[in-house]
């Protein structure tokens, strides 16, 4: 079974859709919108664009990477999904990713995020134009934070 086919990480990523619509007005991928539950999971785990989120834990953990993130951080689902999201940024910058996702929890979502990060073998890319949003229910209890991209390009 692919890690995108749990009923529990189905649920998440519907709420994380759910969440992108509502703090941007808009659907995070237009296309997938249309698609059968089953369909869209399986096309947000394989599309290009990177789709990653964390949980509420005090040090919050990835509860989810799609195929295009685990790629680009060079882990494997089981390790990605038991990585704090803070030791994605290079230590001197977890700081900066923190005010961050400061700022994402008082305004609900930013659309302009850039920063870089680091993969598991130390390759630093920079994220660019990122979306990030609070992931809350239908009755604004706060789940986690989630993030997508798709402009990235790595360091020297």
Not at 8 to 20: F, G, N, P, W
Not at 92 to 104: I, Q, Y
């Amino acid at each position: 079974m692919d890690p995108w086919q749990s009923l529990e990480t189905q649920t998440r990523l519907d709420l994380a859709l759910e969440s992108h619509r509502r703090w941007t007005g808009r659907d995070l991928v237009p296309e997938l919108a249309a698609m059968a539950t089953a369909e869209r999971h399986e096309a947000l785990w394989s599309m290009p664009r990177v789709l990653v989120s964390h949980g509420i834990e005090e040090d919050p953990v990835f509860w989810y990477g799609n195929q295009a993130a685990l790629t680009l951080w060079e882990l494997d689902w089981k390790s990605f999904t038991r990585t704090p999201s803070r030791y994605t940024a290079e230590a001197p910058l977890r700081e900066e990713r923190a005010e961050l996702l400061d700022r994402v929890t008082r305004a609900g979502f930013i659309d302009d995020y850039a920063g870089i990060r680091i993969s598991k073998t130390g390759k630093r890319f920079r994220i660019q134009q990122a979306v990030v949003w609070n992931l809350r229910d239908q009755q604004g209890v706060f789940a986690g934070q989630a993030a997508s991209f798709t402009d990235w390009e790595f360091l020297p």
